[in-house]
Structures are given as C-alpha cells and as structure tokens.
C-alpha cells in the first residue's frame, strides 16, 4: 500500500492550505488516517485523525482552524487548514491503518512528507 500526499506550499499568516493523500494498493478496509507534522528542532507531532466512521481528534493547537475529512470509497484523507500561524510550518505526513484481506492483521504506513510554509 502506498500513501501519496499532495498539496502544501507557502501561504501568508492567516491563510489557508489543503493537503490530501490518496492510499492505493492491496486494501480491504481502511482504518483511522490521519495528519502529523515535524517542525524543525520538534518532535513529530500529531496534528488531526479520522475512524472510518467519520470521528475526528485534532491536537489543541489546531483545534478549530484545521478540519480533516475522508472519503472512504477512494481511501482518501485531506487536511484543510485556515487561519495558519507560522507555527504551523512544517513537514506534514499523512498517516494510515489498513487491513489487506479478510482476517487480517491491521498495517499502517506513512506518505512521503509535504512541506507546508506560513510566512507573515
């Protein structure tokens, strides 16, 4: 299974981006996805996830300014985030739990990362 991240950028304090990542490959039921984020000199972090029944956790940070959505017939996840603060520049990587078959064992894997740039 491989995780495409798309989107990402630079955008100005205040601004908006959206980020998506498309999972394709050997997927039989797709679980939680999710966000997470490496700023420079910080640990990974977690920024928002999704259950497949649509149940989202965002960290405090971004709470009411990031919105993540998925949509489960394409195995996809997206990542909408406003009012951005330079804080929030930093390499995003999309995040995903997956079953391959039937009675399988849960798996997950990582996008490759998107920079994403808040400039005041």
């Known amino acids: 299974v491989q995780l495409q991240a798309s989107g990402g950028g630079l955008a100005q304090a205040g601004g908006s981006l959206r980020l998506s990542c498309a999972a394709s490959g050997s997927i039989s039921y797709m679980n939680d996805m999710g966000w997470y984020r490496e700023a420079p000199g910080k640990q990974c972090e977690l920024v928002a996830t999704?259950?497949?029944?649509?149940?989202?956790n965002y960290a405090d940070s971004v709470k009411g300014r990031f919105t993540i959505d998925r949509n489960n017939a394409k195995n996809t996840v997206n990542l909408l985030m406003t009012s951005l603060k330079l804080e929030d520049t930093a390499v995003y990587y999309c995040?995903?739990?997956?079953?391959?078959?039937?009675?399988?064992?849960?798996?997950?894997?990582w996008g490759q990362g998107t920079q994403v740039t808040v400039s005041s």
């Open positions: 995040r995903a739990h997956w079953i391959s078959r039937l009675f399988g064992p849960d798996e997950s894997g």
């Open positions: 999704i259950n497949p029944r649509g149940r989202t």
